[in-house]
């Protein structure tokens, strides 16, 4: 039988169930995506014509100088935000389902602030490259994720909330510690550190774009694989252990997948907020399924982080506005949005 | 339970001569301890035998005596304004700087130094106040404060999302604003209290004084209403009333220690739960034990602030955010977040 809303695929011994719908979804947000790429490329202190962005990105011979722009310049960043903004959303569609908690976001849950903490210590200690930062933001990463797991494990209660709590508390100590790290060095690398910190996409190259997109290309298929036995697993532990799933080796895989892929994002940008809480919210909305939406949600960040780009380049007054900063303030009203729609 | 109450009382005068000698230690440790380590002998004569042309004497009565006595006040207006916000929400967890009330605070004094040039901190003490009471009325709000005890969590969620939103926007202004905005706000956003002087020391006082009273009036109320709101009601009390004043007093004493020392998080958390471990529940004695302990833990933390990374100081906020953190940690952990 074939639930509603879906069909069903056959390839010889395969077969695929998919959702119209969500492949609607999934194209619009490509589009979108897409346009906002578009406009992106030819924006900045030297405007270029959509035809130009295409002549550049084709690295045609005649227009050198669009050529150079794009491909050097604004291709990385572009790419780094649409990489970033789409680890983000399907780390954050997987901690959502292993947290059952829409506020279970790798942000709330602190795992970003010790990426960061991973970072800072890097720049601030060992005066680290690219390379290396990113290497110890995941490591620091793993290691926050594993703490605020291992806390929050006990018995007592709260469930799924003692996790949220936990990590509060934790985000907080790490964010102290930052702080702390950032005086101890020397004031060069302390002002590469509050760069860091407050999440940026300027200056990017192709050193970014790499690590992130192998990341990316290793783990995201890793958690779409995972999809439906998390979707059984928020029905319980008991029924999903009937069904036949294997709850502890499918989380711990889930959760170091998404912790991976959040590490890496944050070593490539620094912290920004907002995305992986809300992307997957967001797409769940427009799609309407009651899968966990990985890819959906990869893609809503994506469009998300591609926006907010566009938002700080197009700041009215002159405003300086980090995408860190400009994240943050939009995912804390729409923390409080949340807590308001549980009242109906 | 008559005994057991009567019991902790009488453990009250202890730990009121425990906090005394804490805090006269941590005083004199205040003042011997810094970027320029002064001995004891020299502290002492700057009091007894005050040369004005002597720099030991000079750091000590200009820069450190302000400096402790400001970590002391604003220490336990954080402390009194986290045991009545434990009271009335009957949440364990509650405290000013968690629930935003402090970021609150903050976004206003920094928005009324942008737009309108403010210097002096009796200044923006007023916009201290306006913050802490619509961050704290929004807060309650949002996260159903007066029912906190049935949904603990949504009231601390409420205020993390606040505190983002909140830090967010003050990073933002300040980073927009001019150069001496930048200037004045840094070390402030922090929570430090090197060099406010003493007008910050007398504006706190006065909040203190003014916010501690009514608090202190309230605490026999607040003791009825912790069997819940309909027992407070059939024993002739007005909840919305007392609530009302309560958080009129959180405003006043979360707002003027914010605006003297910036948002400073964990010490409303932590000195409350020091002080129920020696008195129990009782508010009368729990207020100005709270006030005691948490002077003294924001003491301690500055003194730390001032060793741990020397030559450099790191705020004593920061350094309450560090050792605090585990705290509520262990608070989360350990108690089954029920009713308090």
Known sequence: ?344 | MTTGLALARSRAPLGYAVGLAATVLLVLASFAVGSRPIPLPEVAAAFAAYQPGNDLHLIVRELRVPRALLAILVGAGLGMAGTVMQAVTRNPLAEPGLLGVNGGAAMAVVLGAAAFGLTAVTQFVWFGFLGAGLAGAAVFFLGRGHQSGADPVRLLLAGAGLSIVLGAAVSLVILNAGLEVLDTFRGWSAGSLEGRGMAAVWTMAVALVIGGALALTLAPSLNALAMGESMGRALGLHPQRIWGLACLSVMILAGAATATAGPIGFVGLVAPHMARAVTGPDNRDLLPLSALFAGCLLLTADIIGRVIVAPDELAAGIVATILGGPFFIYVVRRFRLARL
């Open chain 1, 1 to 344: 039988m074939i639930p509603a809303g879906q069909r069903l695929l056959r390839l010889g011994g395969c077969s695929l169930l998919w959702r119209p719908r969500t492949l609607a979804v999934g194209a619009v947000l490509l589009v979108v995506a897409g346009a906002l790429a578009l406009a992106l490329l030819g924006m900045g202190t030297i405007r270029l014509t959509p035809d130009r962005v295409l002549a550049g990105l084709m690295g045609s011979e005649d227009d050198g100088m669009a050529t150079r722009i794009v491909r050097l310049l604004r291709l990385p960043r572009l790419l780094t935000a649409a990489i970033v903004g789409a680890s983000l959303g399907a780390a954050g569609a997987a901690f959502q389902s292993i947290s059952r908690n829409a506020l279970g976001s790798p942000d709330v849950i602190g795992f970003t602030t010790g990426a960061a903490t991973g970072a800072i210590t890097g720049i601030v200690l060992f005066q680290t490259g690219p390379t290396e930062t990113a290497l110890a933001a995941v490591g620091a990463g793993l290691l926050t994720a594993f703490t605020v797991l291992a806390l929050a494990r006990q018995r007592g209660a709260g469930g799924g909330y003692r996790l949220i709590l936990i990590g509060i508390g934790c985000g907080a100590v790490l964010t102290g510690v930052n702080t702390m790290l950032m005086v101890k060095g020397g004031i060069d690398q302390a002002m590469a550190a509050q760069i860091w910190l407050a999440g940026s996409l300027t200056g990017r190259s192709w050193s970014h774009v790499g690590p992130a997109f192998v990341a990316m290309l290793l783990l995201l298929p890793v958690l779409v694989v995972n999809a439906r036995r998390l979707a059984l697993l928020e029905m319980g532990t008991d029924i999903a252990t009937g069904l036949g799933i294997h709850v502890g080796r499918t989380r711990m895989v889930a959760v170091l997948a998404a912790v991976g892929l959040t590490s890496v994002a944050t070593a490539s940008t620094g912290p920004i907020a907002f995305i992986a809480l809300a992307g997957p919210q967001i797409a769940r909305r427009l799609t309407r399924a009651p899968e966990v939406p990985i890819l959906t949600g990869a893609l809503t960040g994506a469009v998300l982080l591609l926006a907010a780009d566009l938002l700080g380049q197009v700041a009215p007054f002159r405003l300086t506005l980090p995408i860190g900063l400009t994240t943050g303030l939009l995912g804390g009203l729409y923390l409080m949005v949340v807590l308001l729609q549980r009242d109906r």
